[in-house]
């Protein structure tokens, strides 16, 4: 839902986002236009709490870069009409400063997670795709909880993008942006009981 009917820019995103009455609300940017995005449920919570917790763990251990969490706002494109918030990201060492400024992150990130809520459509899931990677990411994984599967996402040559879809019996390979990093896709989606 936009919220807001005139051109807006990250700098404008980061002053209205921070108002009092925004307080605790978690708003995007894409093309100029705030969207507000409703909390999240358990599940989508717990999926993304356990991405991020094995990706950081897996960053810190071998001095990989940083790990962002679903609050953090990338300003993906030089005129700041797009700022997104994956619920994972991951920015590598060699693009990360070591004094971390206040704001949105300038650029985007390399690895980006995006966890699907069930009020998503798969249009908007994909313009995010798209925005990722037409502005630098190089992998993003979109888990879909209901089904138990998780689209892998790459740039190609000529701005087509590659797409793989993995099921609870595949292992998602954080291939050249986190070299060695695996994660069964199963433990994404493990419950207590299992």
């Given amino acids: ?8 820019t990250a700098d404008d995103l980061w002053e209205i986002s921070h108002l009092p009455e925004n307080e605790g609300k978690r708003m995007e940017l894409i093309e100029g236009g705030i969207i ?9 919570g717990d999926i993304a709490g356990v991405v991020l917790g094995l990706i950081w763990s897996y ?3 071998h001095q990989l870069g940083r790990v962002t969490a679903a609050e953090t706002g990338f300003s993906l494109t030089g005129d700041g009409l797009n700022v997104l918030a994956p619920d994972v990201g991951f920015i590598a060492a060699a693009r990360a400063p070591e004094q971390l400024p206040r704001g949105f992150v300038p650029f985007a990130p390399d690895l980006a997670v995006e966890v699907a809520s069930p009020g998503d459509s ?4 994909f313009t995010k795709v798209e925005k990722y990677l037409q502005n630098g990411t190089r992998l ?3 888990i879909f909880p209901e089904r138990r599967k998780v689209a ?3 740039p190609l040559a000529g701005k087509r993008v590659g797409v793989d879809s993995l099921g609870v019996a595949d292992v998602l390979d954080g291939e050249d942006v986190l070299p060695g990093f695996a994660l069964p896709v199963k ?8």
């Fill in 1 to 8: 839902m936009v919220i807001l009917e005139k051109l807006y």
């Fill in 36 to 44: 507000e995005m409703p909390p999240a449920g358990w599940e989508h």
């Fill in 187 to 194: 433990e994404c989606f493990a419950k207590k009981s299992e």
């Fill in 59 to 61: 960053v810190r251990q």
């Fill in 152 to 154: 892998v996402y790459r």
């Fill in 140 to 142: 993003v994984w979109v």
């Fill in 122 to 125: 798969a249009a908007d899931l």
